[in-house]
């Protein structure tokens, strides 16, 4: 799984009152603030979702490296 950052979120195990011990997928820099929980509650959708999710957070961080690289150009 890989957050909107584009980064691995790796899985963890929630300490809430509400869901103890239950697992979930969060960014791992809490910067985009994504998050999905973990186990058989996931649906077909939502893995769809996260790889196009990925793939969209790619075009976005290679966009970004770009203008970064054209301003150190000007």
């Known amino acids: 799984m890989f957050c909107e950052c584009g980064l ?3 899985l963890q195990v929630s ?9 979930y997928y969060a ?3 809490r910067r985009c ?3 999905r929980w ?11 979702d996260d790889r196009s999710c990925h793939f969209n ?9 770009e203008n970064s ?3 150190l150009y000007l």
Do not use: D, Y
């Open 27 to 29: 960014c791992p820099v």
């Open 57 to 65: 957070c790619n075009l976005k961080l290679i966009e970004r490296v």
């Open 15 to 23: 300490n809430s009152i509400a869901n103890p011990g239950r697992k």
């Open 33 to 35: 603030g994504w998050f």
């Open 38 to 48: 973990a186990g058989p509650s996931i649906q077909h959708s939502e893995v769809t």
């Open 8 to 10: 691995r979120a790796p």
């Open 69 to 71: 690289i054209m301003m």
